[in-house]
C-alpha cells in the first residue's frame, strides 16, 4: 500500500505581538541583564503592546509539545516567534499564536497553539490555556521553567495506581493525586517536553482540527489519558456571546477550493483543501465593535472529496471582516490561501462565497533571479474606533506560496495587506535537456542555523546524464554506472531516520560511486511506516534527526514524485541529461523586501521591482567560520502597533554579500537584528547605494551609536520619544540630577549606526577624578558604577579599561546638573522622564581601518585608518586637534602617524603595515583629541585588529 504523507512546516501568527520590554547592557567581564527587575506598566501605546508583567530582554518558552515561543526585544518590543519542534513521525506542525485583551486593552494571554494540537483543544480534550505563553513566561521570570500539568486518568484507579500511571510519562514529577477525580498533577521537565508529548499524542495530526470541525472525530490521548490541563490554570467554562438586544442575522461564508487543486488527506477527510486557521468574524463598524464571533458550524460543499467549506455563524446588524487559513497543493507543493475578506456588512441573512479559482498569488519579480528563502503574510486591519488587530502567517523554506482573493476597497477604519520577504540567489535549478527540453521543479533542503546541520551545495552550471539508483543500496548500485552522473533515489527508510528523509549512507555510497549528485524521488519504504509517497518538500536529511550518520558530502535536491516518474519513464527509453545550475550555500545578493497593499486586495498581487526602487548595501560578517548568524529583518509603518520579522539563516562569519532593500518609503522604519542582538534602525528613502553594514568588525571601543535623524522624521514619538517604551537604546554617559551614569556603547566606526547594546563597566576598572582626587563610586543595583556630583560645573576626569585591559580610555569633561532635558535623541535614561536628563559633553572616537571579512589587513602594504571624534548626537563644540600613534608589536614600541582633517570631526590615515611575520599578529592604536571647550580623550587599544 502506498500512501500520502504531509508535512505542513508553517509557523503562522494570528497577532504577532510587539511588546515593550527593557533593553540588555553587557558588563566587563561578565553579562548582566538590567532590566529583570525595572517596573512596567500594562497600558498599550501606539509602538506596541505591552505584556504585563514581563520586563526581560529576552523569554524563550517550552511549550508541553516541546516547540519553543521566543519573545525577544527589538528597539523596546518585543517580537513573539514560534519554532515548531519535529515529532516522531517527522512532521512538523504549524504554530498560531493568538493574543487577548483584556477590558484596559493589555493583554491578559498569549496563545501557541500548535496544529498537530487544535483538533485536541477544540475538542476539549487538552486546555487551551496549557499554550498560554504569557503565564508560562512570568512563571518563567519567577524562576520556574517547569511545565505544571493535570493530568485526568480514567475512573477506578486508587492513588498508588494514579501514582504509577504518571510517573512512566517521560519528564513527569508527581506533585498531588486526587483519587475522586482520577487526576494527577505533575511538573513537566521542559527538556522532556517534546517525549512526553509524543508519548501522550501517538498519533495527533494537523489534520485532527479538520476531522473535528467538519465531522465531529475527536481526537484522543494515549496511555489511559483522558485530558489535559495546565495547573492552577484551566480554561473558564464559555459563556453565550453578549449581544446589544439587535436583531441576529445568520451569515453562511462558503469557501471553495481551486479546481486544480490535488486531492490530500485532512486526517481521515479526503479533501482538495485543509482548514490551517479555521474561519472566524469580526465587528468593525456598529454596536458591538471589535468583537470576535466563532465558527457555529463547519461542512463541506461537496464530499469525496471534500472541495471547498460552508461555515455558519450568527451575528448582529454591523460592518465585519472575515478571515482565516487554508492550504492546497499545486503539482505537490503545499499553499497558504488566505481567505481574508477585508469588509462586509450584514443587515440582514447573508451568504458570502470566497472562491480560490480566483484568488492571485503574491508574486515578487526582482533585476536578479530570486529563490524565497523565508517569507511572512501580514494582514492588518483597524476598526471605526481606532482599535484594530495583526495577523500574520509565517511559513519554512519552500513554502512562502501565498494566495489571496481581490477585494472592494474598505469604507470603515484602515486595512492593508503586507508581505515582508527574504529572496535570494536560486540554491538550486534543474531542466531536462535530453531527450526534450523541460523544467523541473528541484528543491534542496534549504539553508540551515548551525555548521552542525550544513550539507554539500550544488555549484556552478553542469549538464549531467540522470540514472535511476533505485534505493541507494550497494546491489542498486552495482548495476549502474554512476560515475560523473546524476543518480535518481528512492528514500530507504531502514534504520535510517525518519520518515520521508534522505540517509547519509545512501547518499555516501552513491558518492563511491562516483555520482556528482542525487535526485530524490520521494517515495519511502522499508521503514516502520508503510511505503509512503512524500508530499511535503524538501526533502531533509536524516543526519539533522540522526547526528550519528554525518554530513553527507554528496549534493542532492528533490523533485515531486510525478515527476519522478515522468523521469524514470523518460530513462527506459533512452538517455536522458539534466543541466544543473547552484549556487553555494550563501547567496551573493538579498533581497529584504517590505511590500504592503493599502485599503484592498488588488486585482493583481504580482510586484515588479527596479534597482530605481532598490536601496544596495554591502554587508559583511567578520570574523571565523564559525556557527553561522541569522538575520531577523522586521519593519514599522506609522500605523501599526504590532509587526513581525523574516529570517536569513546559515550565514557563516566572514562572509560578504549585497543586501537590497526595497522598495525605498520616506515613511517605513526597518528594523534588522543578528543573534548576538546587534541592532540597526534605519529608514531606506533613497535607492542605489548607500553606507555598508560591516556586523562584527572592529576595533569596538566606547562611545555612542549613530541614530540617524530619518527615522525619528518618520515616527516621531516611537522611536525617540524619550522614555524606555519609545526609544532605540540608553543614552551613553548621562546625567540625572546629580547622579552620573558611566554606561556606554561599543561602536565600530566602519558601522557606527549598528547598536549593540548598553555596556557597562566593571566597578574596579573605572574611577573618576575630581581636584586631583579620587571620587567615592557608588553602585545602582542595576545600572551598576554610579558618582554623585555637586550641582556646581566642576572639572572631572574619568578612565576606563575594557576588553580584558586591552583597551583603555581617560576623558576630560566638565559636569554641572542639567537644566534642561538634552540627552541623544533615540535615547532613553535609567531614571526616565520624572528627571532632568543630559547626554554629557564627553569626547569618543572611533575608528574605521577598512578591514577584510577576516577582521584584518594584509602585511606589506599601504592601507588607510579612518578616524572619528565625536560627540553623542548633541550640540556641541568642534574637534580641535587630534594626535596618532601605532604599535605593530602590541605596544611596545609607537610609531607616530600623520592624521589628516577631512571635517567634521573626520580624519585619515595613511600608513605601511609591516608583513605578518615582522609583527606580532596585530595592529595598536594610540590616540588623542580635543575640542574647543576643553573635552578630551586619550584612547589606547591594543590588538585592534590583526595583520595577515
Given at each position: 500500500m502506498i500512501r500520502a504523507y504531509r508535512r505542513l512546516m508553517v509557523a503562522s501568527a494570528a497577532a504577532l505581538l510587539a511588546v515593550t520590554a527593557g533593553t540588555a547592557a553587557t558588563a566587563d567581564p561578565a553579562t548582566t541583564d538590567l532590566t529583570t527587575t525595572t517596573a512596567t506598566t500594562s497600558a498599550t501605546t501606539d509602538g506596541g503592546l505591552l505584556l504585563p508583567g514581563l520586563t526581560a530582554s529576552t523569554y524563550t518558552i517550552t511549550l508541553i509539545t516541546g516547540d519553543q515561543v521566543t519573545m525577544q526585544q527589538t528597539s523596546?518590543?518585543?517580537?513573539?516567534?514560534?519554532?515548531?519542534?519535529?515529532?516522531?513521525?517527522?512532521?512538523?506542525?504549524?504554530?498560531?499564536?493568538?493574543?487577548?485583551?483584556?477590558?484596559?486593552?493589555?493583554?491578559?494571554?498569549?496563545?501557541?497553539?500548535?496544529?498537530?494540537?487544535?483538533?485536541?483543544?477544540?475538542?476539549?480534550?487538552?486546555?487551551?490555556?496549557?499554550?498560554?505563553?504569557?503565564?508560562?513566561?512570568?512563571?518563567?521570570?519567577?524562576?520556574?521553567?517547569?511545565?505544571?500539568?493535570?493530568?485526568?486518568?480514567?475512573?477506578?484507579?486508587?492513588?498508588?495506581?494514579?501514582?504509577?500511571?504518571?510517573?512512566?510519562?517521560?519528564?513527569?514529577?508527581?506533585?498531588?493525586?486526587?483519587?475522586?477525580?482520577?487526576?494527577?498533577?505533575?511538573?513537566?521537565?521542559?527538556?522532556?517536553?517534546?517525549?512526553?508529548?509524543?508519548?501522550?499524542?501517538?498519533?495527533?495530526?494537523?489534520?485532527?482540527?479538520?476531522?473535528?470541525?467538519?465531522?465531529g472525530v475527536a481526537p484522543k490521548l494515549e496511555h489511559g489519558v483522558l485530558g489535559l490541563w495546565p495547573t492552577g490554570h484551566r480554561s473558564s467554562t464559555m459563556t453565550p456571546q453578549t449581544d446589544t438586544g439587535q436583531p441576529q442575522f445568520d451569515v453562511t461564508w462558503i469557501i471553495t477550493a481551486p479546481s486544480s487543486a490535488q486531492?490530500?488527506?485532512?486526517?481521515?477527510?479526503?479533501?482538495?483543501?485543509?482548514?490551517?486557521?479555521?474561519?472566524?468574524?469580526?465587528?468593525?463598524?456598529?454596536?458591538?465593535?471589535?468583537?470576535?464571533?466563532?465558527?457555529?458550524?463547519?461542512?463541506?460543499?461537496?464530499?469525496?472529496?471534500?472541495?471547498?467549506?460552508?461555515?455558519?455563524?450568527?451575528?448582529?446588524?454591523?460592518?465585519?471582516?472575515?478571515?482565516?487559513?487554508?492550504?492546497?497543493?499545486?503539482?505537490?507543493?503545499?499553499?497558504?490561501?488566505?481567505?481574508?475578506?477585508?469588509?462586509?456588512?450584514?443587515?440582514?441573512?447573508?451568504?458570502?462565497?470566497?472562491?480560490?479559482?480566483?484568488?492571485?498569488?503574491?508574486?515578487?519579480?526582482?533585476?536578479?533571479?530570486?529563490?524565497?528563502?523565508?517569507?511572512?503574510?501580514?494582514?492588518?486591519?483597524?476598526?471605526?474606533?481606532?482599535?484594530?488587530?495583526?495577523?500574520?502567517?509565517?511559513?519554512?523554506?519552500?513554502?512562502?506560496?501565498?494566495?489571496?482573493?481581490?477585494?472592494?476597497?474598505?469604507?470603515?477604519?484602515?486595512?492593508?495587506?503586507?508581505?515582508?520577504?527574504?529572496?535570494?540567489?536560486?540554491y538550486v535549478g534543474m531542466k531536462v535537456v535530453k531527450p526534450t527540453k523541460r523544467p523541473l521543479a528541484a528543491i534542496q533542503a534549504g539553508n540551515n542555523y548551525w555548521v552542525s546541520q550544513s550539507f554539500a551545495h550544488f555549484t556552478g552550471r553542469q549538464t549531467l546524464e540522470l540514472v535511476d539508483g533505485g534505493l541507494g543500496r550497494a546491489e542498486d548500485l552495482a548495476k549502474i554506472d554512476a560515475r560523473g552522473k546524476l543518480v535518481m533515489l528512492q528514500i530507504d527508510d531502514d534504520k535510517l531516520g525518519g520518515i520521508c528523509e534522505i540517509g547519509t549512507p545512501a547518499l555516501d555510497r552513491a558518492k563511491a560511486a562516483g555520482a556528482v549528485g542525487v535526485l530524490v524521488d520521494p517515495v519511502a519504504s522499508n521503514g516502520p511506516w508503510p511505503t509512503t509517497v512524500c508530499e511535503y518538500l524538501p526533502i531533509l536529511p536524516a543526519f539533522w534527526n540522526q547526528p550519528s550518520q554525518g554530513r553527507p558530502e554528496l549534493p542532492y535536491a528533490a523533485v515531486t514524485h510525478t515527476e519522478a516518474e515522468q523521469l524514470l519513464a523518460m530513462m527506459r527509453t533512452g538517455t536522458v541529461k539534466i543541466e544543473v545550475t547552484g549556487s553555494s550555500q550563501i547567496s551573493p545578493y538579498v533581497y529584504n523586501l517590505h511590500l504592503y497593499q493599502e485599503g484592498q486586495i488588488p486585482a493583481s498581487l504580482h510586484t515588479k521591482l527596479t534597482d530605481r526602487q532598490l536601496a544596495e548595501v554591502q554587508t559583511t560578517l567578520a570574523g571565523s567560520s564559525t556557527e553561522p548568524d541569522t538575520m531577523t529583518y522586521s519593519a514599522f509603518r506609522k500605523n501599526e502597533h504590532a509587526t513581525g520579522g523574516v529570517v536569513l539563516v546559515g550565514l557563516t562569519e566572514g562572509v560578504r554579500y549585497t543586501t537590497y532593500q526595497g522598495p525605498v518609503a520616506p515613511d517605513l522604519v526597518r528594523l534588522q537584528r543578528d543573534l548576538s542582538n546587534r541592532l540597526t534602525v534605519e529608514v531606506v528613502d533613497q535607492a542605489g547605494p548607500i553606507r555598508s553594514q560591516q556586523w562584527g568588525t572592529g576595533p569596538l571601543v566606547p562611545g555612542a551609536p549613530e541614530l540617524p535623524a530619518k527615522v525619528f522624521e518618520a515616527r516621531p514619538g516611537d522611536f525617540d520619544g524619550g522614555d524606555f517604551y519609545t526609544s532605540v537604546t540608553m543614552c551613553s554617559f548621562c546625567r540625572q540630577g546629580s547622579t552620573f551614569y558611566p554606561l556606554l556603547h561599543l561602536v565600530t566606526g566602519a558601522s557606527p549606526n549598528i547598536v549593540n547594546g548598553a555596556y557597562i563597566f566593571a566597578p574596579e576598572n573605572l574611577h573618576m577624578y575630581a581636584d586631583g582626587q579620587e571620587l567615592t563610586q557608588g553602585s545602582d543595583f542595576i545600572w551598576g558604577a554610579v558618582y554623585d556630583l555637586p550641582e556646581e560645573a566642576k572639572r572631572y576626569e574619568l578612565t576606563g579599561s575594557n576588553n580584558g585591559g586591552a583597551t583603555t580610555t581617560k576623558w576630560g569633561f566638565t559636569s554641572s546638573a542639567p537644566t534642561a532635558a538634552a540627552q541623544q535623541q533615540g535615547t532613553w535614561c535609567p531614571q526616565g522622564i520624572g528627571v532632568l536628563c543630559r547626554s554629557e559633553s564627553l569626547l569618543f572616537l572611533r575608528y574605521d581601518a577598512g578591514l577584510d571579512v577576516t577582521g584584518s589587513v594584509t602585511g606589506g602594504g599601504k592601507h588607510e585608518l579612518r578616524l572619528t571624534a565625536y560627540h553623542q548626537g548633541i550640540e556641541s563644540a568642534t574637534i580641535g586637534s587630534l594626535e596618532l600613534s601605532l604599535s605593530f608589536d602590541g605596544g611596545t614600541t609607537w610609531q607616530p602617524v600623520k592624521a589628516t582633517a577631512k571635517g567634521g570631526g573626520e580624519f585619515v590615515a595613511s600608513y605601511r603595515a609591516p608583513r605578518a611575520g615582522e609583527t606580532n599578529g596585530t595592529v595598536s592604536i594610540k590616540a588623542k583629541a580635543s575640542d574647543r571647550d576643553g573635552n578630551t580623550i586619550e584612547q589606547t587599544v591594543l590588538g585592534a585588529f590583526t595583520v595577515k
Open positions: 523596546g518590543r518585543y517580537t513573539v516567534t514560534a519554532t515548531a519542534h519535529q515529532r516522531a513521525d517527522g512532521t512538523i506542525p504549524a504554530i498560531d499564536v493568538k493574543a487577548k485583551f483584556g477590558a484596559d486593552s493589555a493583554v491578559t494571554s498569549v496563545i501557541a497553539l500548535p496544529a498537530d494540537a487544535a483538533g485536541l483543544v477544540k475538542a476539549g480534550v487538552v486546555d487551551r490555556n496549557a499554550f498560554d505563553v504569557l503565564w508560562l513566561a512570568k512563571r518563567s521570570a519567577a524562576g520556574d521553567t517547569s511545565l505544571p500539568v493535570t493530568v485526568k486518568f480514567g475512573s477506578g484507579l486508587d492513588v498508588a495506581a494514579l501514582t504509577e500511571a504518571a510517573s512512566v510519562l517521560p519528564g513527569a514529577a508527581v506533585v498531588a493525586t486526587s483519587q475522586a477525580a482520577g487526576t494527577v498533577d505533575i511538573r513537566v521537565d521542559a527538556a522532556k517536553a517534546a517525549q512526553f508529548w509524543a508519548t501522550v499524542v501517538a498519533s495527533g495530526s494537523a489534520g485532527d482540527l479538520t476531522n473535528y470541525l467538519v465531522r486531492q490530500q488527506s485532512c486526517g481521515s477527510l479526503a479533501a482538495t483543501m485543509c482548514v490551517f486557521a479555521e474561519p472566524g468574524l469580526a465587528q468593525v463598524g456598529g454596536s458591538a465593535i471589535g468583537t470576535p464571533y466563532a465558527l457555529q458550524s463547519l461542512s463541506c460543499v461537496t464530499i469525496d472529496p471534500c472541495t471547498g467549506y460552508e461555515a455558519k455563524f450568527r451575528v448582529p446588524a454591523g460592518v465585519y471582516e472575515g478571515g482565516g487559513l487554508m492550504t492546497f497543493r499545486l503539482a505537490g507543493i503545499d499553499q497558504i490561501f488566505n481567505f481574508e475578506v477585508p469588509e462586509f456588512t450584514v443587515d440582514q441573512n447573508l451568504t458570502i462565497t470566497t472562491d480560490a479559482d480566483v484568488a492571485q498569488q503574491l508574486i515578487v519579480e526582482t533585476p536578479r533571479p530570486n529563490e524565497t528563502y523565508n517569507g511572512t503574510l501580514l494582514t492588518y486591519r483597524s476598526f471605526a474606533n481606532g482599535a484594530g488587530g495583526v495577523s500574520m502567517v509565517f511559513t519554512m523554506y519552500g513554502h512562502a506560496n501565498y494566495w489571496a482573493v481581490p477585494s472592494a476597497p474598505i469604507t470603515v477604519g484602515t486595512f492593508h495587506l503586507g508581505q515582508n520577504w527574504i529572496l535570494g540567489e536560486p
